[in-house]
């Protein structure tokens, strides 16, 4: 009985018999049943679906009432017997309808008569008692005796009970109007929803139906079934076992082949791309090419880095689902900013149709805001889960996340993940970057997940190093991801002059490239041999194995020059790791034909606004207070400043923003229970800082006296906040609106802070009524007239794209993911975040491929001479600020945001000493950055393809035509109200409101379900159709209709095939609609040799889906193997290096030094055996040798000890790899 799904309740819209009797009945033992008085109808009813329980070999006993008339009664009375009179009574109503019963009544007497003939079926009847002993008479007895209840036992003492109400009349037998609860004795789930054993419900049934079976209850007469009457009931008794109830549906093949290939063709080897094809969104060119890749090449990991507004979330997103659809992916973790996990759990759901539950709060909480509690950590109670970084880089939390494994770990704003320094050989990782990658002997969760996607637009925040601590996560091996130092180097010699480059160092680490898993890009293959011609292409591409490298090199051409240089920079782990798509590709896109939609230009433009002298002089005190504070509190220990940094921020945003923080801060400090919970700061106050700097885990506490002489600044700076009359930002804003009403139907603003945005909307509410919305972390808002009310996004976004009822949407930066707004022609920045790339990701919103206008402007607001202001100015000449997308500036940019961050929290006398310096040092990197870095735009394949996989098995309106179109499930679908093509979904405990149109559920993502893979709802309405597939790992099974053959592997992934027979031969059938055709052909008479050949073609599926996976880890294995050969010569060569130092030993080319290393054991003689043939040589010139100059020899013992522990760590490593 558990295998089966039964819901908690059944109803009249309800297939009670298909949905429940029959799968219970095939089930039990055992059936006892309650019914109403004994008659042909309530017989009829109460043999629901028994002719399943007489193959299952099981018996049955039912109840039932006698219904005697007061004539009957007072013939008892005057002395006839009682079981006479009970006779004469059943058989009278029995005999009343007999001859109006129609085949399928008697069809089901018949049932019942099988079973009586054969001793499995018994009955009893029940009278109720009056006062006076005798049984009492209709109708009064009606009031006595109407149950509707039953219980069924399976073979392992399961038991499943029902309780409700029926009408078992003549004419109602057969669409009665019937609905019960049910209850079962073990712990179901349905849904959302979850029920323990209901054991205290079974019981009481269990009694009322023994209390009355068995004589002797005072309120009752209980009799055996009148012989008469079974012998009338015996007249029915046929010849041959029944088989099929007669109200069951005669199910063609064909349909139940239909709802089969439904559910395997996931596993089909041409579903490459079923996930894609059957999700809600339909990917552009460019996101295809990455989607078909990343899923091709599955477990390998991989970074995606597309410019802002480039879709990377819909590309790992919509991979991702198709990996959990074809059971590849069964485990996957989500990591992303606290502010923006909400707006990854709904884009997941709009986007890729997949419900996520998002940990919150001691709670998984699903898209809908359903909750399911939890005791203890998260990470294991989910299969799939989404969870903010902050919460998981916790130091506390560590050891709990790194306990399960994973099939895939996705971090978004995967830059966070940083070293703390940028220095080589000092690398001390945040909390971020020490969860992803492990730290000392810790291992991250990289080695907890079989593949690992991370998500940034900006990899390289300051320096190259970051960009290898990235790829080393997703994992780089070889000589390039060994050590930093090879990886900085290739980049630094790529930019030298061709003569002065390092050619032997750059050959052998394209060598690296090929012999870790790189591969020659073909286009880039066909161009240079069309070039160069067949002979000098191959000199060019041989180069890395020939040992006359040098000269060859020196002998080529200048063509042959600019092709090996070409080769050289575009052929690195970059290409193999990294997916990056900017506009420009896009562009390439439209040219071809591809792409047909609009990418618009951006056309930004400063906005400088002047303080009131009123504000000018609050504003300097505040500020000033600022970073006095901030000043103190760092000279304390760095980090306890960070809560001034975040006032400063506010302060920029609106004078209202700031008197909010403060008084968040003064609550703080006065001991407020709420305040002191969170330091007196908001999500938005921490989320980007916390993540990347740690600061919340590294505050502390304030002594008694500077919590007082803080207080006091912020009493009188608050009283002067509320005393404030003016807002000259406020008065700006108002009126340029009014301008860009003229000539635009909509414009959307954006704050940093929810507090702006609140005092904004009631600022502007009176100008625009309910032409005002607003969307935050608390979701869609808008004025109704009264107050302001929560909306659903789709609401939001609707009115907002029709732009004739909102037409300003004000939004903090929980908008900057999720919500696309090509409609809108206007952006406008309220206040100007530290970090320039935050604006990228605001303007990213509207600049989006198929934007309305050509032209998208965008507005940023600045008070004037404020720090902001004048780095913003004086960088003016030097970067062209948001009019392109960022992409080699980004270093400079974080530079940027750092610069005021450092000048912003000086005091002013400090500020004025360094403003220059400061910002001449950024100018500097501007000039020069094309000589520095790494520029990815040039590096990437950024190859223009087209999706080249086979057609999807299944495609939406395949689904949607085989669930209307069946006579098993069109029944369960009623047309919505008010939503065209959308239909409620009568399967479960409640009706479902679902669509199979991708359309219909963009624009009603919170109303409606897409009914697909990978959505419960879809795979519970298979269950119910075709029942629950054994789910055991290696089961081989096949279902034959007609002409076609469904063959599935249920091991890990499962592997499907669909096989047709056409004239003697089996060949493969690609599609649902060719299996369907082949499934109505006459039965074609399947032989055990086809069913042999069946079976290959399922093997040999098998065979190639698992060689395929096993090629790629086998290619990341023999990396991982290179790299730890190459961490091994590193430890020993510096490990001679330092024992050389240490004895005096040291000569100008010393070949002996590691052979005498290898004297002292382990782990060096281990180290020594996994290099080979690739010893390291040691040499008084080498530049590590003189890094060594000036350590004492407690340095460098500590150094030698530190290197050893790192060797047995590779041994180890080494030997795990087998």
Same mark, same amino acid.
């Given at each position: 009985?558990?295998?089966?799904?039964?819901?908690?309740?059944?109803?009249?819209?309800?297939?009670?018999?298909?949905?429940?009797?029959?799968?219970?009945?095939?089930?039990?033992?055992?059936?006892?049943?309650?019914?109403?008085?004994?008659?042909?109808?309530?017989?009829?009813?109460?043999?629901?679906?028994?002719?399943?329980?007489?193959?299952?070999?099981?018996?049955?006993?039912?109840?039932?009432?006698?219904?005697?008339?007061?004539?009957?009664?007072?013939?008892?009375?005057?002395?006839?017997?009682?079981?006479?009179?009970?006779?004469?009574?059943?058989?009278? @109503?029995?005999?009343?309808?007999?001859?109006?019963?129609?085949?399928?009544?008697?069809?089901?007497?018949?049932?019942?008569?099988?079973?009586?003939?054969?001793?499995?079926?018994?009955?009893?009847?029940?009278?109720?008692?009056?006062?006076?002993?005798?049984?009492?008479?209709?109708?009064?007895?009606?009031? &006595?005796?109407?149950?509707?209840?039953?219980?069924?036992?399976?073979?392992?003492?399961?038991?499943?009970?029902?309780?409700?109400?029926?009408?078992?009349? @003549?004419? +109602?037998?057969?669409?009665?109007?019937?609905?019960?609860?049910?209850?079962?004795?073990?712990?179901?789930?349905?849904?959302?929803?979850?029920?323990?054993?209901?054991?205290?419900?079974?019981?009481?049934?269990?009694?009322?139906?023994?209390?009355?079976?068995?004589?002797?209850?005072?309120?009752?007469?209980?009799?055996?079934?009148? !012989?008469?009457?079974?012998?009338?009931?015996?007249?029915?008794?046929?010849?041959?076992?029944?088989?099929?109830?007669?109200?069951?549906?005669?199910?063609?093949?064909?349909?139940?082949?239909?709802?089969?290939?439904?559910?395997?063709?996931?596993?089909?080897?041409?579903?490459?791309?079923?996930?894609?094809?059957?999700?809600?969104?339909?990917?552009?060119?460019?996101?295809?090419?990455?989607?078909?890749?990343?899923?091709?090449?599955?477990?390998?990991?991989?970074?995606?880095?597309?410019? %802002?507004?480039?879709? =990377?979330?819909?590309?790992?997103?919509?991979?991702?689902?198709?990996?959990?659809?074809?059971?590849?992916?069964?485990? /996957?973790? #989500?990591?992303?900013?606290?502010?923006?996990?909400?707006?990854?759990?709904?884009?997941?759901?709009? =986007?890729?149709?997949?419900?996520?539950?998002?940990?919150?709060? *001691?709670?998984?909480?699903?898209?809908?805001?359903?909750?399911?509690?939890?005791?203890?950590?998260?990470?294991?109670?989910?299969?799939?889960?989404?969870?903010?970084?902050?919460?998981?880089?916790?130091?506390?939390?560590?050891?709990?996340?790194?306990?399960?494994?994973?099939?895939?770990?996705?971090?978004?704003?995967?830059?966070?993940?940083?070293? =703390?320094?940028?220095?080589?050989?000092?690398?001390?990782?945040?909390?971020?970057?020490?969860?992803?990658?492990?730290? +000392?002997?810790?291992?991250?969760?990289?080695?907890?997940?079989?593949? $690992?996607?991370?998500?940034?637009?900006?990899?390289?925040?300051?320096?190259?190093?970051?960009?290898?601590?990235?790829?080393?996560?997703?994992?780089?091996?070889?000589?390039? +991801?060994?050590?930093?130092?090879?990886?900085?180097?290739?980049?630094?010699?790529?930019?030298?002059?061709?003569?002065?480059?390092?050619?032997?160092?750059?050959?052998?680490?394209?060598?690296?490239?090929?012999?870790?898993?790189?591969?020659?890009?073909?286009?880039?293959?066909?161009?240079?041999?069309?070039?160069?011609?067949?002979?000098?292409?191959?000199?060019?591409?041989?180069?890395?194995?020939?040992?006359? *490298?040098?000269?060859?090199?020196?002998?080529?051409?200048?063509?042959?020059?600019?092709?090996?240089?070409?080769?050289?920079?575009?052929?690195?782990?970059?290409?193999?790791?990294?997916?990056?798509?900017?506009?420009?590709?896009?562009?390439? &896109?439209?040219?071809?034909?591809?792409?047909?939609?609009?990418?618009?230009?951006?056309?930004?433009?400063?906005?400088?606004?002047?303080?009131?002298?009123?504000?000018?002089?609050?504003?300097?005190?505040?500020?000033?207070?600022?970073?006095?504070?901030?000043?103190?509190?760092?000279?304390?220990?760095?980090?306890?400043?960070?809560?001034?940094?975040?006032?400063?921020?506010?302060?920029?945003?609106?004078?209202?923003?700031?008197? !909010?923080?403060?008084? @968040?801060?003064?609550?703080?400090?006065?001991?407020?229970?709420?305040?002191?919970?969170?330091?007196?700061?908001?999500?938005?106050?921490?989320?980007?800082?916390?993540?990347?700097?740690?600061?919340?885990?590294?505050?502390?506490? $304030?002594?008694?006296?500077?919590?007082?002489?803080?207080?006091?600044?912020?009493?009188?700076?608050?009283?002067?906040?509320?005393?404030?009359?003016?807002?000259?930002?406020?008065?700006?804003?108002?009126?340029?609106?009014?301008?860009?009403?003229?000539?635009?139907?909509?414009?959307?603003?954006?704050?940093? &802070?929810?507090?702006?945005?609140?005092?904004?909307?009631?600022?502007?509410?009176?100008?625009?009524?309910?032409?005002?919305?607003?969307?935050?972390?608390? +979701?869609?808002?808008?004025?109704?007239?009264?107050?302001?009310?929560?909306?659903?996004?789709?609401? #939001?976004?609707?009115?907002?794209?029709?732009?004739?009822?909102?037409?300003?949407?004000?939004?903090?930066?929980?908008?900057?993911?999720?919500?696309?707004?090509?409609?809108?022609?206007?952006?406008?920045?309220?206040?100007?975040?530290?970090?320039?790339? @935050?604006?990228?990701?605001?303007?990213?919103?509207?600049?989006r491929i198929g934007q309305r206008h050509d032209e998208v402007h965008v507005h940023n607001y600045f008070f004037r001479d404020t720090v902001e202001a004048i780095v913003y100015a004086r960088l003016s000449d030097r970067i062209d600020w948001f009019e392109h997308v960022v992409g080699t500036l980004q270093p400079i940019l974080h530079n940027v945001g750092r610069a005021i961050t450092k000048l912003a929290m000086m005091g002013r006398q400090e500020r004025e000493r360094d403003f220059d310096d400061t910002l001449s040092e950024i100018e500097q990197q501007a000039d020069a950055h094309d000589q520095a870095g790494i520029d990815l735009d040039a590096l990437v394949d950024e190859s223009i393809g087209i999706s080249t996989a086979p057609e999807s098995p299944v495609r939406v309106e395949d689904i949607k035509r085989a669930f209307l179109g069946s006579d098993v499930t069109r029944q369960r679908f009623l047309p919505h109200a008010t939503i065209p093509d959308a239909y409620w979904l009568h399967s479960g405990d409640t009706p479902r409101a679902v669509t199979f149109s991708p359309w219909v559920f963009d624009s009603h993502p919170t109303s409606v379900?897409?009914?697909?893979?990978?959505?419960?709802?879809?795979?519970?309405?298979?269950?119910?159709?075709?029942?629950?597939?054994?789910?055991?790992?290696?089961?081989?099974?096949?279902?034959?209709?007609?002409?076609?053959?469904?063959?599935?592997?249920?091991?890990?992934?499962? %592997?499907?095939?669909?096989?047709?027979?056409?004239?003697?031969?089996?060949?493969?059938?690609?599609?649902? /609609?060719?299996?369907?055709?082949?499934?109505?052909?006459?039965?074609?008479?399947?032989?055990?040799?086809?069913?042999?050949?069946?079976?290959? %073609?399922?093997?040999?599926?098998?065979?190639?889906?698992?060689?395929?996976?096993?090629?790629?880890?086998? !290619?990341?294995?023999?990396?991982?193997?290179?790299?730890?050969?190459?961490?091994?010569?590193?430890?020993?060569?510096?490990?001679?290096?330092?024992?050389?130092?240490?004895?005096?030993?040291?000569?100008?080319?010393?070949?002996?030094?590691?052979?005498?290393?290898?004297?002292?054991?382990?782990?060096?003689?281990?180290?020594?055996?996994?290099?080979? *043939?690739?010893?390291?040589?040691?040499?008084?010139?080498?530049?590590?040798?003189?890094?060594?100059?000036?350590?004492?020899?407690?340095?460098?013992?500590?150094?030698?000890?530190? $290197?050893?522990?790192?060797?047995?760590? %590779?041994?180890?490593? &080494?030997?795990?790899?087998?």
């Amino acid at each position: 009985l558990p295998s089966h799904p039964f819901r908690f309740t059944y109803g009249p819209r309800d297939d009670r018999l298909h949905d429940f009797y029959l799968p219970a009945l095939e089930r039990s033992v055992l059936y006892r049943r309650s019914t109403g008085y004994f008659s042909s109808s309530a017989l009829a009813i109460a043999a629901a679906g028994i002719a399943r329980l007489i193959a299952n070999g099981g018996s049955m006993q039912l109840l039932c009432g006698a219904d005697l008339a007061s004539e009957d009664v007072e013939a008892i009375l005057r002395g006839e017997s009682l079981r006479g009179s009970v006779e004469k009574a059943m058989l009278r @109503r029995f005999d009343q309808h007999e001859s109006e019963a129609g085949p399928d009544m008697v069809a089901r007497l018949e049932t019942l008569a099988w079973l009586v003939a054969h001793d499995r079926l018994e009955i009893r009847v029940v009278l109720p008692k009056g006062p006076d002993g005798q049984p009492i008479p209709r109708p009064d007895s009606q009031e &006595y005796y109407h149950p509707k209840e039953g219980v069924f036992v399976d073979a392992e003492g399961n038991k499943l009970a029902f309780s409700g109400s029926s009408n078992e009349s @003549r004419s +109602g037998w057969q669409s009665n109007y019937e609905t019960f609860h049910v209850f079962a004795s073990w712990p179901r789930q349905t849904g959302p929803h979850s029920m323990p054993p209901a054991d205290h419900y079974i019981t009481p049934i269990e009694r009322r139906f023994q209390a009355l079976w068995e004589p002797g209850d005072p309120g009752w007469i209980a009799l055996p079934l009148p !012989e008469a009457v079974r012998q009338r009931l015996l007249d029915y008794a046929p010849s041959k076992v029944p088989t099929t109830d007669p109200l069951e549906r005669r199910r063609s093949r064909h349909e139940l082949a239909t709802f089969r290939f439904l559910r395997d063709a996931p596993f089909m080897p041409q579903a490459a791309r079923i996930g894609i094809e059957t999700s809600s969104v339909s990917p552009w060119p460019h996101q295809d090419r990455v989607i078909d890749a990343v899923v091709d090449r599955f477990p390998r990991s991989f970074l995606f880095c597309d410019e %802002v507004g480039l879709g =990377k979330t819909i590309e790992a997103g919509l991979a991702l689902r198709q990996l959990i659809v074809t059971k590849r992916v069964q485990r /996957s973790l #989500i990591l992303a900013p606290a502010s923006v996990v909400r707006q990854w759990q709904e884009e997941l759901w709009e =986007k890729c149709a997949l419900n996520i539950p998002r940990y919150e709060r *001691g709670a998984l909480v699903d898209v809908h805001g359903v909750e399911r509690q939890i005791n203890g950590p998260p990470w294991g109670c989910a299969d799939h889960l989404i969870a903010s970084s902050q919460l998981a880089k916790r130091t506390d939390r560590r050891d709990e996340v790194l306990e399960p494994e994973w099939d895939m770990v996705l971090v978004d704003e995967a830059h966070h993940a940083r070293r =703390k320094e940028f220095g080589i050989r000092a690398r001390r990782p945040n909390h971020l970057l020490q969860l992803l990658g492990g730290h +000392g002997k810790r291992p991250g969760l990289k080695d907890r997940t079989r593949c $690992l996607y991370l998500l940034t637009a900006t990899p390289m925040q300051v320096h190259p190093i970051e960009v290898w601590d990235l790829l080393k996560l997703l994992g780089l091996e070889g000589r390039w +991801g060994a050590n930093e130092e090879n990886f900085l180097k290739f980049f630094e010699e790529v930019r030298n002059p061709y003569k002065q480059r390092d050619w032997p160092f750059l050959l052998g680490m394209w060598k690296d490239f090929l012999k870790t898993g790189g591969q020659i890009d073909p286009a880039f293959e066909e161009r240079a041999r069309s070039q160069l011609g067949p002979v000098t292409w191959n000199t060019v591409k041989t180069l890395p194995h020939t040992i006359k *490298g040098r000269a060859t090199i020196e002998a080529l051409g200048a063509e042959a020059r600019a092709v090996l240089s070409d080769m050289i920079r575009h052929h690195t782990p970059i290409r193999t790791f990294v997916w990056r798509n900017g506009r420009d590709l896009l562009h390439r &896109y439209r040219q071809r034909g591809i792409l047909s939609e609009r990418v618009p230009k951006r056309k930004p433009r400063n906005e400088w606004i002047e303080f009131t002298p009123e504000e000018q002089e609050l504003y300097d005190r505040i500020e000033e207070y600022i970073s006095h504070f901030y000043r103190k509190y760092e000279a304390r220990r760095r980090g306890l400043g960070f809560v001034m940094t975040v006032y400063r921020r506010r302060l920029t945003s609106s004078f209202h923003a700031a008197r !909010e923080s403060l008084g @968040r801060r003064r609550a703080f400090l006065v001991g407020d229970a709420d305040a002191v919970a969170n330091i007196g700061l908001t999500e938005e106050d921490l989320e980007q800082d916390d993540l990347g700097m740690d600061a919340v885990e590294d505050l502390g506490t $304030l002594d008694r006296q500077a919590r007082e002489t803080e207080l006091a600044y912020l009493d009188d700076f608050i009283s002067d906040l509320n005393a404030l009359a003016t807002d000259s930002k406020l008065e700006f804003l108002k009126a340029q609106l009014t301008a860009i009403f003229h000539t635009h139907d909509s414009a959307i603003l954006f704050t940093q &802070y929810t507090d702006t945005m609140d005092y904004l909307r009631e600022s502007l509410r009176s100008v625009y009524g309910s032409g005002v919305a607003c969307y935050s972390g608390r +979701g869609g808002e808008s004025w109704d007239g009264e107050g302001w009310v929560l909306r659903d996004k789709e609401e #939001i976004k609707e009115a907002f794209r029709r732009g004739d009822s909102i037409r300003l949407l004000i939004c903090t930066e929980s908008a900057s993911e999720g919500l696309n707004l090509q409609t809108c022609g206007v952006l406008i920045n309220y206040d100007m975040p530290w970090n320039p790339m @935050r604006v990228e990701q605001r303007i990213g919103r509207i600049d989006r491929i198929g934007q309305r206008h050509d032209e998208v402007h965008v507005h940023n607001y600045f008070f004037r001479d404020t720090v902001e202001a004048i780095v913003y100015a004086r960088l003016s000449d030097r970067i062209d600020w948001f009019e392109h997308v960022v992409g080699t500036l980004q270093p400079i940019l974080h530079n940027v945001g750092r610069a005021i961050t450092k000048l912003a929290m000086m005091g002013r006398q400090e500020r004025e000493r360094d403003f220059d310096d400061t910002l001449s040092e950024i100018e500097q990197q501007a000039d020069a950055h094309d000589q520095a870095g790494i520029d990815l735009d040039a590096l990437v394949d950024e190859s223009i393809g087209i999706s080249t996989a086979p057609e999807s098995p299944v495609r939406v309106e395949d689904i949607k035509r085989a669930f209307l179109g069946s006579d098993v499930t069109r029944q369960r679908f009623l047309p919505h109200a008010t939503i065209p093509d959308a239909y409620w979904l009568h399967s479960g405990d409640t009706p479902r409101a679902v669509t199979f149109s991708p359309w219909v559920f963009d624009s009603h993502p919170t109303s409606v379900e897409l009914l697909t893979y990978g959505n419960p709802t879809f795979d519970a309405l298979l269950d119910e159709v075709i029942g629950p597939r054994d789910q055991s790992a290696g089961t081989v099974d096949s279902e034959e209709a007609g002409a076609a053959m469904l063959l599935r592997d249920s091991g890990r992934p499962p %592997v499907a095939v669909c096989v047709a027979k056409e004239k003697g031969q089996i060949g493969e059938v690609a599609t649902i /609609s060719a299996y369907e055709r082949a499934a109505k052909e006459h039965e074609a008479g399947w032989s055990d040799t086809d069913r042999g050949r069946a079976r290959e %073609v399922l093997a040999d599926a098998r065979s190639r889906l698992d060689g395929a996976i096993a090629a790629v880890e086998e !290619e990341m294995t023999r990396a991982k193997r290179r790299g730890l050969r190459e961490e091994a010569r590193r430890i020993l060569f510096e490990s001679a290096h330092i024992l050389a130092v240490q004895e005096g030993f040291f000569t100008p080319a010393d070949d002996d030094a590691v052979e005498r290393l290898c004297e002292r054991g382990v782990p060096y003689r281990g180290l020594r055996s996994i290099v080979g *043939g690739q010893v390291p040589r040691v040499s008084s010139d080498d530049a590590y040798r003189a890094e060594l100059d000036g350590k004492n020899p407690g340095a460098l013992q500590q150094m030698l000890n530190r $290197l050893r522990d790192q060797g047995v760590e %590779v041994l180890r490593r &080494y030997a795990g790899m087998g």
